[in-house]
């Protein structure tokens, strides 16, 4: 699980180089207490939901994904990256607001 570098100004977290999420994966930061599954989808994009499934409490950095949802490895339920909503019927995911900055790395929004 990587650390996040802290807040920058009112809840956004530069949480250090885009380099450190491969295309097409996930991972795990922790951020002001929060866990957060941050992925980089093949096309780029950046996507952030909670990094703990409401089901088990599984790793959903570590779920699979397409190009709008992220299946929990221990239960295969799947939920929208953009929503966080379950397409499955578990509980919805937080979804958070994650974008690249000029410098490379990535920032996060918390609410």
Do not use: W
């Not at 100004?9 to 866990?35: D, K, W």
């Not at 089901?55 to 779920?63: Q, R, T, V, Y």
């Not at 909503?85 to 920032?107: H, K, M, Q």
């Amino acid at each position: 699980m990587s650390a996040g570098a802290g807040p920058v100004s009112g809840g956004v977290h530069v949480l250090g180089p885009l380099e450190q999420v491969p295309v097409g994966e996930g991972r795990a930061f922790g951020v002001a207490g929060e866990q957060v599954a941050v992925f980089r989808l093949r096309d780029g994009s950046l996507r952030a939901v909670s990094a703990i499934c409401p089901h088990k409490g599984g790793p959903i950095a570590d779920g699979t994904i397409d190009r709008s949802v992220v299946i929990c490895p221990l239960h295969q339920h799947s939920f929208e990256l953009d929503t966080g909503c379950s397409t499955t019927g578990a509980g919805p995911l937080r979804s958070y607001s994650v974008r690249e900055d000029g410098a490379g790395n990535i920032v996060l929004q918390l609410p």
